[in-house]
T-cell receptor, first 115, second 116 residues
Framework: KAGVTQTPRYLIKTRGQQVTLSCSPI?????VSWYQQTPGQGLQFLFE???????NKGNFPGRFSGRQFSNSRSEMNVSTLELGDSALYLC??????????????FGPGTRLTVL | AQKVTQAQTEISVVEKEDVTLDCVYE???????LFWYKQPPSGELVFLIR??????QNEISGRYSWNFQKSTSSFNFTITASQVVDSAVYFC?????????????FGGGTRLMVKP
């Protein structure tokens, strides 16, 4: 079974631009979560999508948004990029059959550099 | 609000030594889940273990063992006879059941370096 895939793996943007990152969950998984990892703030939860609806949201500005498609694939978008948005963005998927917590499987991440 | 603290930012040991990584958590929820993840240099987080708040049994898996103590809000991880391949950053994480979802709160991580 293929794992969680994220594209692109590396991205370089300049301040003020916007970026879209993509995540394909493990087949059959319905929940997709996004995390930001930086040296200063560590791993922080961005948001979670389940059945195309945002179920949880972390404490990030509105410049960070996401969506989930009917095939469970998810995208996150960051508008008006700032230098501080440089980070490793990790996506995780979960089977989530019962609505209770299930193990999350993480992808390799997208490393975003903002110049 | 939930919080996870990993006081050890970096640990260095020599191969075959035993090493314990500490994790202390805070939560107001009575039902919660605790996790350990390993992040090798490749960056991908690898799931190691999940524990729910009602199961305080310690667990052993090969060279890995976990000690969960609700009385001290700790969930410590021990690697016995460490190997160079154990070198990685290890994260402890917490999820509260009331969230009705999969939101993880991570500790700051402990970088483990195992020298040959």
């Amino acid at each position: 079974k293929a794992g969680v895939t994220q594209t692109p793996r590396y991205l370089i943007k300049t301040r003020g631009q916007q970026v879209t990152l993509s995540c394909s969950p493990i087949s059959g998984h319905r929940s997709v979560s996004w995390y930001q990892q930086t040296p200063g703030q560590g791993l922080q939860f961005l948001f979670e999508y389940f059945s195309e609806t945002q179920r949880n949201k972390g404490n990030f500005p509105g410049r960070f948004s996401g969506r989930q498609f009917s095939n469970s694939r998810s995208e996150m978008n960051v508008s008006t990029l700032e230098l501080g948005d440089s980070a490793l963005y990790l996506c995780a998927s979960s089977l989530d059959t019962s609505g209770r917590y299930n193990e999350q499987f993480f992808g390799p991440g997208t490393r975003l550099t903002v110049l | 609000a939930q919080k996870v603290t990993q006081a050890q930012t970096e640990i260095s040991v020599v191969e075959k030594e035993d090493v314990t990584l500490d994790c202390v958590y805070e939560t107001r929820d009575t039902t919660y889940y605790l996790f350990w993840y390993k992040q090798p240099p490749s960056g991908e987080l690898v799931f190691l273990i999940r524990r729910n708040s009602f199961d305080e049994q310690n667990e052993i898996s090969g060279r890995y063992s976990w000690n969960f103590q609700k009385s001290t809000s700790s969930f410590n991880f021990t690697i016995t006879a460490s190997q160079v391949v154990d070198s990685a950053v290890y994260f402890c994480a917490l999820s509260e059941a009331y969230n009705a979802g999969n939101m993880l709160t991570f500790g700051g991580g402990t970088r483990l370096m195992v020298k040959p």
